[in-house]
C-alpha cells in the first residue's frame, strides 16, 4: 500500500541518507529496578517493549528539529504520583520513600531526594529526547490507564521560541489488562484496514476495521479484535504511549496555554491547528474535547478520534492524526513526511525482508560503527533493533499490508542466546 510522504524525505532515505530528527531515546532503567514488565528476556515483557519503542520510533521520524542544543550539565529529578506501593526503586535502584497522597490512597515520589539528583545521565546530546518508562501498579483510586509529563530544565533553539527540555518520563498502569500486539501494525506503512467510505454512517458496520459511535457521531479508532479476539478486553498499549509520549513532548495544559494558545472557551488557537481544523480545535485542558475527529496522520484519508482526547476504548487502537501532529507543529516541533514507502524495521540489509540476513548484518553492525539500513533511530545500534529484527522476522515489504494473527509464533533462536553472545548494557538507552 502507498503512502503519501515528503519527497524530500524519500529522496533522502533512497540516497541513504537520513533526515536529521528529534532522537526520542527511551530509558528503561526505572522498570528494570521495578516491576520489570518491559523484560525483554520474556515474551510478554518483550511486546510490550517494542510496542513502546514503535510509538517513540514514529515520532523520532517524524519530528525533523535539528537545533537543540546538547546539554552538558544535566542534572534533574522527576516525579510520580498515584502510586499503590509505599516504596520504589530509583533509576540507580536505591529506595524511595513515598509521601502518602491526600486521598490515603496512594503515594507520591521523586527521584531527588535534598536536592541531590538521582537520574542515571550526566548530559543529553544535541537534538535529544530522554523519556524515562516505567510500570507500577496505580492505587485504587487512580483511574488512569497511563502518566506522563515533561520536565524542567528548559533549552531553547536559537530563536528561543520552542518548547524544549530535556524530556520527561511515561509510566503504565499495571493493574490493568494490556494489549501489546504489533498488529494491525503499528507504523504508517502497515495497513489501516478496511473504513466505511461513508464517513457518518447511522451504525457501525460489521464490515470494516474501525469502531463507529452513532450515541457520539464518531469513530473512536481501529477495532483491534476485528484483527486479533484478545484484544478486545484490554487497552491498547501502543495507542496509550503515543498518547502519553505527546504529554512527555509538553502537550499539558500550562504549556499549550502558553505556547500554543487558548481562547475564553477553552479552545486551541494555535496556528496550526486552527488552519487544519479550520478554525479554534475544541480543548479541555491538555487535551482535545471529547470525540474530536481528524484524518489519521499519513493515511488516505481514514478518519479518528484524536489522539490526545482523553478518553480511550478497550480493545480500541487510536493512531497519531493530523490534529495531533499539528498541535506538536504549534509547539514548535517540525513535523513532516512519515514512515517512507518500503520502510521496514528489521530489515537491516534493506532487500525489502527480515530473514536471517538482516541478523549477520545487526551483529556485524553493533560490533562496529556501522549505521543500520530502516533504523528508525538512526543512532545507536543495541538490543531493540535486535528485538524489532525477531518480531518482524518473516516480514516483507509487500506483506506488511496483511494482519497476521498477535498469536503466530515464529521459530528462531531464543533471545536468551542470542542477548549471552552479544554484550549490552542493561541500562543503555533505546530507540
Not at 540516497?15 to 536529521?20: C, D, F, S
Not at 479476539?229 to 509538553?250: I, N, Q, V
Not at 487502537?317 to 499539528?326: E, F, G, P, V, Y
Not at 524489532?388 to 506488511?400: E, K, M, P, T
Request: with cysteine; net charge negative.
Amino acid at each position: 500500500m502507498r503512502r503519501t510522504t515528503t519527497l524530500l524525505l524519500v529522496l533522502s532515505v533512497l540516497a541513504g541518507e537520513r533526515a536529521v530528527a528529534v532522537s526520542i531515546v527511551l530509558d528503561y532503567a526505572l522498570d528494570a529496578h521495578n516491576e520489570n514488565w518491559f523484560d525483554p528476556s520474556t515474551p510478554d515483557g518483550r511486546a510490550r517493549r517494542l510496542a513502546v519503542n514503535a510509538a517513540a520510533d514514529l515520532l523520532s521520524v517524524i519530528i525533523t528539529n535539528d537545533d537543540w542544543a546538547p546539554l552538558s550539565n544535566f542534572r534533574e529529578s522527576i516525579t510520580f504520583t498515584d502510586i499503590a506501593a509505599a516504596t520504589i526503586r530509583d533509576l540507580d535502584g536505591g529506595t524511595l520513600i513515598g509521601t502518602p497522597e491526600s486521598d490515603g490512597r496512594g503515594y507520591s515520589y521523586s527521584s531527588s531526594t535534598n536536592d541531590v539528583d538521582t537520574t542515571n545521565r550526566g548530559s543529553v546530546d544535541a537534538n535529544e529526547y530522554v523519556i524515562y518508562v516505567g510500570a507500577f501498579a496505580f492505587d485504587s483510586a487512580a483511574t488512569a490507564n497511563a502518566k506522563a509529563g515533561w520536565d524542567s530544565n528548559d533549552r531553547r533553539n536559537a530563536a528561543g521560541d520552542e518548547f524544549n527540555t530535556w524530556g520527561g518520563r511515561v509510566y503504565f498502569n499495571t493493574a490493568y489488562n494490556w494489549y501489546a500486539g504489533q498488529n494491525p501494525g503499528a507504523n504508517p506503512v502497515d495497513s489501516y484496514g478496511i473504513q466505511d467510505p461513508d464517513k457518518t454512517p447511522t451504525a457501525d458496520s460489521s464490515a470494516d476495521n474501525w469502531e463507529w459511535s452513532a450515541a457520539d457521531a464518531a469513530w473512536k479508532g481501529f477495532d483491534l479484535a476485528s484483527v486479533d479476539p484478545s484484544a478486545g478486553s484490554a487497552r491498547d498499549l501502543y495507542g496509550t504511549a503515543l498518547h502519553e509520549l505527546m504529554h512527555a513532548l509538553g502537550a499539558t495544559s500550562t504549556v499549550i496555554e502558553d505556547y500554543v494558545g487558548v481562547n475564553l472557551a477553552g479552545d486551541f488557537v494555535g496556528t496550526a491547528l486552527t488552519a487544519e481544523h479550520g478554525g479554534p480545535v475544541p480543548g479541555d485542558g491538555g487535551h482535545f474535547a471529547e470525540d474530536t475527529q481528524s484524518v489519521v496522520w499519513a493515511s488516505e484519508g481514514v478518519v479518528s478520534e484524536t489522539l490526545l482526547d482523553p478518553n480511550s476504548r478497550l480493545g480500541v487502537r487510536k493512531h497519531l492524526t493530523r490534529l495531533d501532529a499539528a498541535l506538536l507543529t504549534d509547539l514548535g516541533y517540525q513535523v513532516e513526511g512519515a514512515y517512507p514507502d518500503g520502510f521496514l524495521h528489521g530489515d537491516y540489509n534493506d532487500d525489502g525482508l527480515v530473514n536471517a540476513a538482516d541478523y549477520t548484518v545487526w551483529r556485524d553492525a553493533e560490533a562496529g560503527s556501522t549505521t543500520l539500513a530502516n533504523d528508525p533511530s538512526f543512532t545507536e545500534i543495541n538490543l531493540d533493533d535486535l528485538l524489532a529484527w525477531q518480531d518482524r522476522y518473516g516480514h516483507s515489504a509487500i506483506a506488511l499490508t496483511v494482519p497476521v494473527p498477535s498469536g503466530a509464533l515464529i521459530a528462531l533462536p531464543p533471545l536468551a542466546a542470542l542477548i549471552r553472545r552479544r554484550r549490552f548494557d542493561g541500562n543503555k538507552a533505546c530507540h
